[in-house]
């Protein structure tokens, strides 16, 4: 009697059918290809979900605050703090928006000049309550007028910021009567602008004499403008019938984000690279809503992740929030919201019959006020106390402009706590239910300082979190 030799079903299954072409063999392997593809696929996103669940849940915190308020410096701090390497191998990219900030700056200039020089031409009778305007100078129309072309560097950058312009927005920051020739550059927050500007760099090797041929020739055409026009940017900006015309028009540059017009000299040569300090100072508006991610070590715990969300757009804050859906606040651990006390006597651009200040005080109000939020703890930064001083120090009266402070001295300290209360006590009124609230006076164009707050936030943060999740 003979036996049958034992059979795998396994192998059976997968031997090729009787009779199969080889143009079947090819698309039944291709298949197999295929289906393994899948697999592993599915096989790593078990993986993935099941390392989730065992990491600490991610610290998200919400960064607010009007325009101009400091957030893209606080967030561009946190990725020096903790991001280093990678926030310096965008240090190529940062600085076509240094140069630009520049160029912006000095057309603010140009184009106070054009109203004063139509202004005198005009020969309209001033207010009772206007200033008048200094003559100008034969030499500053002068300047003025070799200066223009610098059109052509700020169209260059813009251009390479804005590839198409398809994200440039017509935004001002600037007063009606020079509103339309120098407006303001804004990136939408899904634009890759400084990968794509990197990639660009990377190919141009860099010597003492300037970038080589391998960069574009508007680029390099740009640059050599900007180098070529540095000496009469430099007499322009210390002339000064400058001064007072700037003061005129209530203009203080030295204030405003991106200020670099006291180093004209170093940020124009041709072989510059900006510097970590320049970064954190440079200015380009974003819109929208960016998500930013990092790794944080408290100390001697686990690294945590981290996700800052910064919210553009200060006018329409609270409608940018309208737009997340609900279970996207669920999760929110902290807001971090930057008042900037320096702005006490100035305006919105989008309303100058709004005190800056007091915007910010009403945003701060309708963020604590708000029933998606009222879990969240609250990190106030009240920014930009360097520039409050330099103000207060220089005679500028903090009474004449926030009516309720009255007649208190006018000094660093009474003024900033006076606002300090101030914010606590929106905070504690309209807030829905008890919450941590945390307060800070910053300059965060101070990496120093900002670091130590920054720590004392993220040590205090990783804490609150571990307590929610019953681990200390």
Not at 184 to 200: C, H, Q, Y
Not at 282 to 311: C, N
């Amino acid at each position: 009697m003979t036996v049958a030799a034992d059979l795998d079903p396994l192998s059976l299954a997968l031997a090729p059918p009787p009779g199969e072409s080889p143009q079947d063999r090819e698309a039944r392997i291709q298949r197999e290809r295929d289906a393994k593809k899948r697999s592993d696929l599915i096989d790593q996103e078990i993986s993935r979900q099941r390392n989730e669940k065992k990491s600490p849940k991610p610290v998200k915190i919400l960064l607010l605050g009007q325009s101009e308020s400091g957030k893209s410096t606080t967030l561009k701090n946190f990725q020096l703090i903790n991001s280093p390497k990678a926030f310096r191998a965008e240090r190529a990219s940062w600085r076509a928006v240094v140069h630009l900030n520049v160029v912006r700056s000095i057309r603010l200039i140009v184009n106070a000049l054009s109203e004063v020089e139509a202004f005198a031409n005009s020969q309209i009778p001033l207010g009772p309550d206007e200033e008048s305007y200094p003559p100008l100078t034969p030499e500053l129309l002068t300047l003025k007028m070799r200066l223009l072309p610098l059109q052509q560097v700020e169209e260059a950058l813009v251009g390479k910021l804005t590839p198409g312009a398809s994200n440039l927005s017509s935004l001002t920051n600037l007063p009606d009567s020079t509103r339309g020739a120098a407006q303001e550059v804004s990136i939408n927050s899904a634009t890759p602008w400084k990968g794509a500007f990197s990639r660009l760099m990377s190919n141009v090797r860099s010597s003492v004499d300037g970038p080589e041929v391998a960069e574009p020739q508007d680029s390099r055409n740009a640059r050599q403008l900007l180098h070529a026009c540095s000496e009469d940017m430099i007499r322009l900006w210390n002339d000064p019938t400058v001064k007072q015309v700037l003061k005129v028009h209530r203009l203080r540059l030295e204030d405003m984000a991106g200020f670099f017009l006291d180093s004209i000299e170093r940020v124009t040569e041709l072989s510059y690279e900006p510097t970590d300090d320049d970064i954190l100072k440079a200015r380009l508006k974003t819109l929208g809503v960016s998500e930013h991610h990092f790794s944080l070590k408290a100390g001697t715990m686990i690294p945590q992740s981290w996700i800052v969300y910064d919210v553009g757009g200060a006018r329409s804050l609270r409608g940018a929030l309208d737009v997340f859906p609900v279970p996207f606040f669920d999760d929110m651990d902290a807001i971090i919201f930057l008042a900037p006390l320096s702005c006490f006597d100035q305006v919105l651009a989008e309303d100058e019959s709004v005190n800056r200040l007091e915007d910010s005080i009403l945003l701060w109000k309708a963020i604590v006020s708000s029933p998606l939020l009222q879990e969240t703890s609250l990190i106030l930064f009240l920014n930009k106390c360097d520039i409050l001083k330099a103000k207060l120090a220089s005679g500028q009266k903090f009474g004449e402009y926030v009516v309720s402070y009255g007649d208190r001295p006018n000094d660093f300290e009474h003024t900033s706590q006076y606002m300090k209360k101030k914010f606590m006590m929106i905070a504690k009124q309209h807030s829905l239910e008890p919450r941590g609230f945390y307060t800070y006076f910053t300059s965060v164009t101070d990496v120093q300082s900002t670091s130590d707050i920054l720590g004392s936030v993220r040590d205090m943060l990783v804490r609150q979190n571990l307590t929610k999740s019953r681990l200390v």
